[in-house]
């Protein structure tokens, strides 16, 4: 259930609503917006009265939820979530470049990507410590190892680092170093992960899971949301169709979906999300135009060389050349680089 | 097989090539092209030797193709191909935008959308007097009377016409009328109207299967042209997957995918590509930074009562915001509107 | 609409609702049962009122139907449709199998084959003499060539024939020849098709179309059945997914699906369900103790020179040793062979 | 790589072997097989030299495996492998059958439901403690007081217990209480999940993911054979395609892809794997004729009580009804019940 406070509404009056919800054994998860206030409640085992909430002063209305998500849903908050990592901004008109290569192979190979794409104005390092990988005897990543470099990288350059944690055991280390987690799409029903990454006090980067719904990836938004943790963004990144002449089918129009159905942020990942390097440009364009709140970008100073994902990397000047029409279609669609 | 012809080579040598396939019993398919000629070989039953031709005056190279469509390919036509119709050009730098009702339903409903979608700046008129429905008891269309209302929109507007022919029997009766024949996603793979759309001297819009790969829809572009009609163009509309948010997965990548393995325009249909007024917008934006080759959008001035799709036909004012939109990003992609 | 009559009612009360329906402008559709005759009304523009029909005597209930289809509906017969062709029964207990080469592609292969599978308990011969083929430039069939050979095999062998049609032009010829009319998967949605088999006085063999749905396939059923035709059965022949360890993916959850909301017998293709020899005696297997009504599978006797889809037919020796199992299982099941 | 040995080769030469794959550093896992030993070398970061073993004595020869997975590979072990657990045997022509409620709910229904599938015949007991759910909101499982009631019901029932461990965290007390570690299809590419289970001395029952393909199945187990955990079977569950009718899509071709591909028993699940009751009988016959090693089915004394996927359980005389129709199916594919 979802309670909106009327407007202008007293924190006594909010502090009150929440004592009440308290008082039923039930959690209260407040959700503040610019112009009203709801407060979503959780850990109701059936449907709850709307009476019992509409009585108390300064409230305007309960409504039962209907969609199984509650505090990610677009009732929960009308306005965009906009989150701020080191001065950065995603959401709510505001268009975050995340770029860097696959894996963090080496303090040569990461620094030199992250200085290129800081170059061509990325917002956000990104770069897989653990990696995820289909067999057990491909490169698995260089672990912490990896962390530190990014940390380092992040030091020379001033760019946030977006890494993914793979298990509850190694995500706390994860947090230490990293400026947002990455869930990455195999772990998007991971969810003592998504659990624990809720008690993480880091922005969380939620993918996509190959074959989730669009429901059920707010879903596991709302898994995070619901230990505590808003600053959730989500990631298009390819579903798995028949076709084969691309990796995955990037699905475009998840961005309008989410938008409609969810407050969060939702960018668009199309270097996984194709496979390959001459379709990264022409899908980051579309991402753009369709409306994404961001982009990931594989980028990587020598693809053929490349530990992991080499053949959709672009080379740093193709990433460049990339940014000018980013900025220019991204004006026309109102989003600020 | 593809013989590529010298630069510069003269028309007796390209006869004598012809000559001498047909003389093989096989059939000749001159292909010209700004900077070079092709010609492509059909009809052999096993493979043929480069050498017997490349020995002829005027013979460049002699290529074994190895993709099972040949005068559609790449290797065929290196540059764009351009179609142009009654003074509209598609392709090569040319984005033509179609706009008009789902169905045809009657002279007012027509014509008022016509002269709509005409002054917000549409190329061309769409419009179905021949309906594939899913149910025996669900509107079939006009048939002849629509097709003479559309000739009658064409009139008035100077906007030619774009048609579905859903049958052998009844297609030459949709070429007498209509500008571009239209072949639908669930007749993609029916052969004998392929063929007959090949025989017809209009040019053809051949819409992706609902589960068509790229190359299965390039393989049906072949069967047109293999009968002599090289007015080509194709068009995305979604395929089918898991996912349920729209009515169909929008496959961008298919844009790129094309241009990369054939020489002909691809268009993106975004209204039946979502099935939701709502998604038609930003996808059409996505489909002009993607590249695509030209639009097809459902415009319906009274949506609500539509006899066919109206959840997904835009209101004349929205395709006016949308155009300008389009004009903006075609811009920065390099295209003509 | 369906009116239910009630049991025991007299020929002379059916033909006064006959009689009223089409005094309304509207089509009957009588459809006997053993326990039940119901009259399915089709034609109506917007819904009708069950008080109409309720007060003709010998009418127990007017039910509106809630399914787009309704003639196929479950509804509409409550036992399981039997078709007979030429004393061989498919449907209600009997199971049919239909076997023979994928093309009719001589004589002396035809009639090796027919002979073959005759021998082995074959109930009808199977054999593409129009053939659906991705490219233009591979075998179509020996069309009418084809037909005759069928005809002459079936005057050896005594085994009615099954083949397909491709068009509203050649199905007359097909309906000629054929015992059963086959529309491909490819031809589901084939409107135009659909309707011109309806009007044949041939059994009608549909197959699911690639990407179609339960209900999509009934819906193409009832264009048939809507022209008067009511002797239809299903197949399933394999849907399109993302996996690619078989050619299509065999649904055999389709057979109980498709029982439960239509009175149609169903039948299963594992030859093109599989695309692989070995793959099609273990599905087989499964589509019988699944519950299928019959099976079709390709037999070849020489599959390495087979002009389509070798790699799927089975040798007369690999299926007369399949016949052995189906037996048995059919057995346990309850079904007839 | 891996090294085929010589029949009745000493296990000396093994040794040797052995050491020489451990003296460069790899890892060497000796497959033993009735007939002949295989040693799968992984480890290695490019690619090993024949010939540096074919000179060992005892060594046949030396194969590099072109697919990517080895140790579970068919190539590593001609014949099936079984499992033995608690006296009850897995592949290799026995047929486990694995029943139980979809999650434990209470002593009283866990006790009732081991009771009523040990009567019926089942050999095995399935129960989730720990329940992974789309919604943070829904039941979560017992967690480890269910692990105590499901260790009751094997007391009282005899049957060894299957149940599923969530991550890296509770899996050790998962293996202390089972006789066999679940993990399920979202978990099928966590790869952390993976490694731990290959490390612990237990059986595991490994599910397909929704969309993952045969090869990636076999990768994921390739992870766990790696740590030295050999005792692993497969399960397919149903993938998600466009179909609808049923929850998921069950592919019965998966079954003899796998043993096609590796040595390792496969089961199918038809009650997840169709999600409705009235169709897991069938589909579970099917499974059976399709050459399946086992079955695992849903089964609750009160499905309208219970707190996950109760839709699809069968009540315990359908179970019971059911494995009479299954015995005698397995007699006719040769499996001993």
């Known amino acids: 259930m979802l309670i909106v406070m009327q407007q202008g509404v007293s924190e006594e ?39 019992e909430f509409e009585i108390l002063p300064g409230v305007k209305t309960a409504i ?52 290129a794409v ?24 260089l672990e912490k190892e990896g962390l530190k470099i990014l940390a380092r990288a992040r030091e020379e350059t001033g760019l946030p680092i977006i890494t993914e944690a793979l298990d509850t055991e190694s995500i706390e280390m994860v947090a230490e170093f990293a400026d947002v987690i990455q869930i990455g799409a195999r772990n998007m029903q991971n969810f003592p992960l998504l659990k624990k990454a809720g008690r993480c006090r880091r922005p969380v980067l939620l993918k996509r899971g190959m074959s989730a719904t669009i429901e059920e990836l707010l879903m596991s938004a709302e898994y995070i949301a619901s230990e505590g943790n808003g600053g ?24 309008p979906a989410v938008k409609a159905a969810s407050h969060l942020p939702i960018i668009v990942d199309p270097s996984h999300g194709t496979g390959m390097r001459s379709m990264v440009a ?25 530990l992991s994902d080499g053949p959709q990397a672009l080379l740093p000047a193709q990433f460049e050349a990339l940014m000018k029409d980013i900025r220019a279609i991204a004006e026309i669609v109102g989003l600020e680089v």
């Open 64 to 115: 039962p939820v209907t969609q199984p998500f509650i505090l990610v849903s677009r009732e929960a908050r009308r306005e965009d979530t906009q989150i701020t990592i080191a001065g950065r901004k995603i959401g709510a008109g505001h268009l975050a470049i995340i770029a860097g290569p696959c894996a963090v192979e080496s303090v040569e190979q990461t620094l030199a990507v992250a200085h």
């Open 232 to 255: 959730i963004f989500l990631c298009e990144r390819g579903i798995r169709s028949f076709s084969t002449h691309t990796r995955n089918t990037l699905d475009l129009s998840a961005v």
């Open 13 to 51: 009056d909010i502090a009150r609503v929440i004592a009440r919800i308290q008082a039923m054994g039930l959690i209260a998860h407040p959700i503040p917006g610019s112009s009203r206030t709801a407060i979503g409640i959780t850990g109701n085992k059936g449907p709850l009265s709307p009476a």
């Open 118 to 141: 800081k170059s061509a104005g990325a917002h956000f390092l990104r770069g897989g410590a653990f990696k995820p990988r289909t067999s057990p005897y491909s490169f698995q990543g």
């Open 282 to 306: 022409p899908l980051a364009r579309a991402a753009v135009a369709v409306g994404a709140d961001g982009l990931m970008i594989e980028v990587h100073d020598n693809p053929e060389r490349a």
